[in-house]
């Protein structure tokens, strides 16, 4: 029962390094179709080559720029 901590722990650091990554090489303006796209291809997750895995990705790729967004149109 001990591996399971450690797969968490596992997971947590390669999700927070792919997010570091993702918000370096794309810019603002692209992450969030991005990751609706992700999105989009998760929820076809029993096709070949698209899976499950990337609806979290897409929903945590979207935040990236979803925050700041609805900062902007509340007027903050």
């Known amino acids: 029962m001990s591996s399971m901590p450690k797969r968490r722990e596992r997971l947590r650091r390669w999700s927070?390094?792919?997010?570091?990554?993702?918000?370096?090489?794309l810019p603002p303006g692209t992450r969030l179709p991005v990751g609706l796209?992700?999105?989009?291809?998760?929820?076809?997750?029993?096709?070949?080559?698209?899976?499950?895995w990337m609806l979290p990705l897409g929903v945590a790729v979207a935040a990236l720029d979803?925050?700041?967004l609805i900062r902007r149109l509340r007027g903050r």
């Open 37 to 52: 796209l992700l999105m989009v291809g998760g929820i076809l997750g029993f096709l070949p080559i698209v899976g499950f």
């Open 16 to 25: 927070r390094r792919a997010l570091v990554r993702i918000r370096r090489t």
């Open 66 to 68: 979803a925050g700041p």
